[in-house]
């Protein structure tokens, strides 16, 4: 089979997952693990991308970069520091902006696909 040199498919299998356990108090609602494939990374240009999974769970957020979130699984709800929220599910796709204070929540187990430019 050839190889795509510039073409990079997300496949889950072929890198081993980045596990992570966030439980500061003053940033989530109670500990929760999550775990990522981290397919593409270009340190130089602060871009990085590939397949994100948590559990259900509440994370205050105060965002330093731009982030493409595409979901595959589950549902989120973001909510901004005034209170307006948006809930998205499978298949939506959007940007949280540099810049963004508020709330993310898993509101069942997720999974998605990111893309993050620092």
């Not at 073409?7 to 929760?32: G, M």
């Not at 989120?76 to 929220?85: E, I, Q, Y």
């Amino acid at each position: 089979m050839a190889s795509l040199k510039h073409v990079i498919p997300f496949d889950k299998d072929a890198i081993e997952p980045c596990e992570t356990v966030a439980s500061d108090p003053a940033a989530v609602d109670r500990p929760y693990q999550a775990r990522s494939w981290r397919h593409f990374q270009k340190a130089e240009r602060g871009a990085t991308a590939g397949i994100w999974e948590a559990e259900a769970h509440l994370e205050r957020i105060d965002c330093g970069y731009d982030e493409l979130c595409h979901i595959l699984e589950g549902s989120v709800r973001l909510t901004n520091v005034a209170g307006d929220s948006r809930t998205f599910g499978p298949g939506d796709s959007f940007v949280v902006a540099a810049g963004f204070k508020g709330i993310w929540e898993n509101l069942t187990p997720v999974r998605k696909v990111f893309f993050i430019l620092v």
